[in-house]
């Protein structure tokens, strides 16, 4: 069984970059969330998708965005890069299942660094 | 609006002893509660989740404890190992909607030999 991928590793960009984070999911899973990590913070949740589509939005601002695929993988979309966004990125999946709720597994992450 | 806290920012235990960690929450309309361990340059790492309807729930060496009148839950590793020394995230969700995880800010636990 494989777990929570998440690529890539690192990436720096500059302000007012756009960046692209993936993620796939663990086999049998069906629900995408990812969250933001700030430095000595814990995780923000930033967005979930299931079946291709958002399923609940934190409070964060529509130049981040997000995809998935049909096969469970997922893509968080960050435009108009800000210093502040400078965080560990966290995908999570888990099987959501119908009334109940279901542990999130996570990812690696990946560690932006905007200058 | 901070609706789980943890607010302990680090706890220093012997090997062989026990190690308590503490979460308070705000917010009645969490259900499920979990813990995550997380080394450094890695994710969370699941250890051990409860559900509203228990009052505990034993995996191993680790408890959880869900105290739902005070809104506190509590998480007992016993004996503690060097291996435990991590940061200790507390998360809280709702059946309702997303089932996004509220994180606390985590407690820093060291083991000592």
């Known amino acids: 069984e494989t777990g929570v991928t998440q690529s890539p590793t690192h990436l720096i960009k500059t302000r007012g970059q756009q960046v692209t984070l993936r993620c796939s999911s663990q086999?049998?899973?069906?629900?995408v969330s990812w969250y933001q990590q700030a430095l000595g913070q814990g995780p923000q949740f930033i967005f979930q998708?299931?079946?291709?589509?958002?399923?609940g939005r934190g409070n964060f601002p529509p130049r981040f965005s997000g995809l998935q695929f049909p096969n469970y993988s997922s893509e968080l979309n960050v435009n108009a890069l800000e210093l502040d966004d400078s965080a560990l990125y966290l995908c999570?999946?888990?099987?959501?299942?119908?009334?109940?709720?279901?542990?999130?597994?996570f990812g690696p992450g990946t560690r932006l660094t905007v200058l | 609006d901070q609706q789980v806290k943890q607010n302990s920012p680090s706890l220093s235990v012997q090997e062989g002893r026990i190690s308590i960690l503490n979460c308070d929450y705000t917010?009645?309309?969490?259900?499920?509660f979990l813990w995550y361990k997380k080394y450094p340059a890695e994710g969370p790492t699941f250890l051990i989740s409860?559900?509203?309807?228990?009052d505990k729930n034993e995996d191993g060496r680790f408890t959880v404890f869900l105290n739902k009148s005070a809104k506190h839950l509590s998480l007992h590793i016993v004996p503690s190992q060097p291996g435990d020394s991590a940061v200790y995230f507390c998360?809280?969700?709702?059946?309702?909607?997303?089932?996004?995880?509220?994180f606390g800010q985590g407690t820093r636990l060291t083991i000592n030999p």
């Open positions: 999570a999946s888990s099987l959501r299942r119908a009334g109940l709720t279901d542990t999130q597994y």
């Open positions: 086999s049998g899973h069906n629900t």
């Open positions: 998708y299931y079946r291709e589509e958002e399923n």
């Open positions: 917010n009645s309309m969490f259900d499920y």
């Open positions: 409860i559900s509203s309807i228990k």
């Open positions: 998360a809280a969700s709702s059946n309702q909607g997303a089932q996004k995880l509220v």
